[in-house]
């Protein structure tokens, strides 16, 4: 696998670079004119995430320079970086050691290497199938009962989010579809582009016209005007980049629904675990805010989608109904 | 731990106190005493005539010299790394050492989530995000007692753990 120069995947990364050029400068221009206590901080929250915007694009140059090895590597250091806030937020006991340090010296490596490897088999169950057994049998051994299921369940569950399912974004990488090969990267960089797309313009529409909260007591800022404004911008501007997918103008619409839908999931869901720690514990709550997992939860629940997604209609062999 | 967050120039003039029966073999001594100048103080004072007291005093005396006119030291007060869930009773050598030393000031400084990156018997370390969290000098009356002294500190230090 390597990745030809590629006259699309520049375009696509110099109109990025644009966008986020125009955004800083938009950003700074706000940061020095807002007043109230209220816009301030409204405004910050806005230029942390062109910030985030700026690493996210980096990160994508980089991987997209050095190749799959560079990918695989760079997103297993984004799950040990997620999965170590993950472990900074829940609590643990001391009998539950061990296990981390499986879970993030052992299983961890071992996920982006069957993936390297292109070992789709092993890597699509070695977490929901041997970590998910391997975590109640390692506790179980450690001795202690108390709380057992929570334990286990709390471990598994860090595992499959910040590990297994951020390692589908790089496993884009492994898939090779027919007529589009050694441009996998640019699937990587559409599906970071769309769910990006749609948590900014969620952000937007909801500070435009979002209302009815769909969800208060997990999140205040989720609402339905930002909802629905969000999801239709990202799909809309997801079907018009089409041309740098192996997909039909129809297939990246879908494709885009499903990715944008997924995003605001994960989100969603993440918002939920951090509300409950929150109440819960007060001394994480400044660690485990505002990490890199509060990043990568849309690409989290989204990532794993997209590629079985994507392998469906390329990949594997299809029924007989199948048109 | 702690060291890693001090500037350099204090760090250099700061030395960690560690028991001697842990840190003294092989690999745990170079770290201990290359890397961290740590100063070893014998935990389990056992000596063979039965004089803890003359043990004890050796020991502060150490203390004492090894804090000179300008350093610092790094004295864990629970004596012991405990099951991480409450901070533990605080040994006295603290109160002795302010008994001889008024002038110096005694910072809180709690630690959060170590017993979890590395709890006790444990030799792999698992990276979870710590805090260190230092807190203003104590302030004792000038002729506290022990047990006032030891809660005053205490009670610092847990003071700590929530801000």
């Known amino acids: 696998m390597k990745f030809k120069s590629d006259q699309q995947m520049l375009w696509i990364l110099g109109a990025v670079v644009a966008g986020l050029v ?53 997103f297993a250091f984004i799950s040990l970086l997620a999965l170590r806030e993950y472990v900074s937020l829940i609590t643990s006991t001391r009998a539950d050691h061990r296990t981390l340090v499986w879970s993030f010296f052992v299983f961890n490596p071992l996920q982006y290497w069957f993936w390297y490897q292109g070992w ?23 001795g202690d009962v108390g709380g057992f299921l929570d334990r286990a369940a709390r471990i598994q569950w860090g595992l499959m989010v910040c590990v297994y399912c951020i390692s589908y974004a790089p496993a884009l990488l492994t898939l090779q579809i027919p007529g589009y090969s050694g441009q996998d990267a640019k699937l990587l960089l559409f599906l970071v582009i769309v769910v990006q797309l749609s948590d900014v313009f969620q952000y937007v529409w909801g500070k435009l016209l979002g209302k009815r909260k769909i969800a208060p007591a997990i999140s205040p800022h989720k609402t339905w005007g930002g909802f ?17 997918t192996p997909f039909s103008p129809l297939q990246a619409l879908g494709m885009s629904f499903a990715i944008a839908l997924m995003g605001f999931a994960g989100g969603l869901t993440m918002s939920a675990i951090k509300r409950d720690r929150g109440v819960k514990d ?4 400044i660690e485990g805010h505002g990490g890199i997992l509060d990043r990568m939860d849309s690409i989290c629940f989204s990532a794993p989608l997209f590629f079985h997604l994507t392998r469906w209609l390329f990949i594997s062999p299809h029924p007989n109904w199948w048109p | 731990m702690l060291w890693s967050v001090l500037p350099r120039s204090v760090r250099e003039k700061t030395r960690p106190v560690a028991a001697r029966d842990y840190w003294s073999s092989g690999l745990r001594k170079r770290i201990a005493v290359n890397a961290f100048n740590a100063l070893l103080v014998e935990r389990h004072v056992k000596s063979a005539n039965g004089d803890r007291a003359a043990a004890a005093r050796h020991t502060l005396e150490m203390l004492l010299e090894a804090l000179g006119e300008k350093n610092s030291l790094i004295v864990f007060p629970e004596g012991t790394r405990g099951e991480g869930l409450q901070v533990g009773p605080f040994k006295s050598g603290i109160y002795y050492l302010w008994r001889e030393r008024p002038d110096v000031q005694f910072v809180p400084v709690y630690l959060s989530n170590l017993n979890r990156i590395l709890p006790k018997g444990e030799f792999l370390p698992v990276p979870v995000i710590s805090r260190v969290t230092f807190g203003p000098p104590l302030r004792p009356e000038p002729n506290e007692s ?6 005053k500190a205490h009670d610092a230090l847990c003071g700590l753990k929530d801000i």
């Open chain 1, 22 to 74: 125009v955004a800083s400068a938009l950003g700074y221009v706000l940061a020095r004119r807002a007043e109230s206590e209220e816009r301030k901080a409204a405004i910050d929250n806005l230029n942390a995430r062109i910030r985030a915007w700026w690493i996210m694009i980096g990160i994508f140059t980089i991987s997209f320079v050095i190749g799959p090895a560079g990918s695989m590597l760079l």
């Open chain 1, 120 to 142: 789709y088999g092993l890597a699509i169950i070695l977490i929901p199938v041997y970590a998910f057994l391997f975590i109640p049998i390692r506790l179980a051994l450690a």
């Open chain 1, 228 to 244: 629905v404004g969000g999801v239709a911008t990202a799909v809309a501007l997801g079907t018009g980049l089409w041309w740098m």
């Open chain 1, 282 to 285: 007060f001394g994480h709550t």
């Open chain 2, 146 to 151: 022990k047990e006032s002294f030891l809660t």
